[in-house]
């Protein structure tokens, strides 16, 4: 077998290496119609003749991984699954359509089990007029959920990572560190809600269309995700502290990740309105150029130390 290639672009986090090997492997797979393939949040699709394009998520949620048993009812899981694929439509000003769904569930989880997370996920799924329209169920081990998303945005329009410019100011929505807050024990209320039931920002992320350069969710840790989207534009980023949750830490509001708030840029001469629809919007910094991906706070160096899958097990 030939052995492939490949640039690593100085990314250190090792999900982030794989999905660069995953992106060079396929790229002369790559079919006709195919705006943007492996990289992004959502694949982008452009059907011939269609004024929109297609966006195309997947997403895994696992037992022992993104939940527990002990602390997860079977419908927040449910919700969680499918809040997952919206976050990704959401950061590319995409209206979802269609959802695939495949549960495996292990012996213990019965009818009853099942019934709750489906009564989760389709609370959600009615909400944001996302029509499920098939999927798989099997038995495991464990508990794994894979949702599959379809949506759609204006053609040419999808919000990307890869857009961003020098000058750009960097904003966030909400406030970060609740969902890492809500694991925590003796957690309030309001910070177990916002870890157990996530509110894809669907609605912001069709206002950014027009108004940002580029955009993704914050499904890992803005530290970490901060330096994918200023990897994928080839510049810098200098941030000061974001918006804390109350009661969170700063550690959690920079690495706790699963927080679902969007993570965009717009240029210095767009004003942006300082909420929408209740959702604080704050400007936390500026795009430089500089080391393709390399992040400072308070002018600091700031290492991705949000959650990697494979940190520290690939070679």
Request: charged share 25%.
């Amino acid at each position: 077998m030939q052995r492939v290639k490949y640039q690593q672009r100085d990314n250190p986090a090792s999900e982030g290496r794989l999905t660069e090997l995953f992106r060079v492997l396929t790229g002369s797979t790559v079919a006709s119609g195919v705006v943007l393939g492996i990289g992004d949040d959502c694949a982008i699709v452009r059907p011939r003749g269609s004024p929109d394009d297609l966006l195309l998520t997947s997403d895994l949620l696992i037992e022992n991984v993104h939940f527990r048993l002990s602390t997860h009812r079977p419908e927040d899981i449910g919700w969680k699954a499918l809040a997952r694929g919206l976050s990704d439509i959401a950061s590319m000003g995409g209206q979802p359509r269609w959802c695939l769904l495949s549960l495996a569930v292990k012996t213990g989880c019965g009818e009853r089990w099942i019934d709750a997370f489906y009564r989760g996920f389709l609370e959600l799924a009615r909400r944001e007029r996302t029509a499920l329209v098939g999927g798989d169920l099997a038995r495991a081990d464990k508990i794994v959920c894979d949702i599959m998303v379809c949506g759609a945005a204006p053609r040419g329009k999808a919000l990307r990572r890869d857009g961003a410019h020098t000058g750009d100011v960097i904003y966030v929505s909400g406030l970060l560190g609740g969902s890492a807050l809500g694991l925590s024990k003796g957690a309030t209320r309001t910070a177990r809600r916002r870890h157990l039931r996530p509110e894809p920002r669907l609605s912001l992320g069709r206002f950014l269309r027009q108004r940002a350069t580029a955009a993704m969710d914050l499904s890992d840790g803005l530290s970490l995700d901060l330096h994918r989207l200023a990897l994928a534009s080839g510049l810098a980023a200098e941030i000061t502290a974001p918006p804390q949750f109350p009661g969170a830490t700063r550690d959690q509001a920079l690495n706790g990740g699963e927080d679902y708030e969007l993570l965009f840029t717009a240029p210095l001469s767009r004003r942006l309105p300082a909420e929408f629809e209740g959702v604080p919007i704050t400007r936390i910094g500026m795009m430089r150029k500089g080391r393709a991906g390399a992040v400072t706070l308070d002018g600091a160096p700031l290492d991705p130390l949000g959650y990697d899958h494979f940190r520290n097990i690939c070679c």
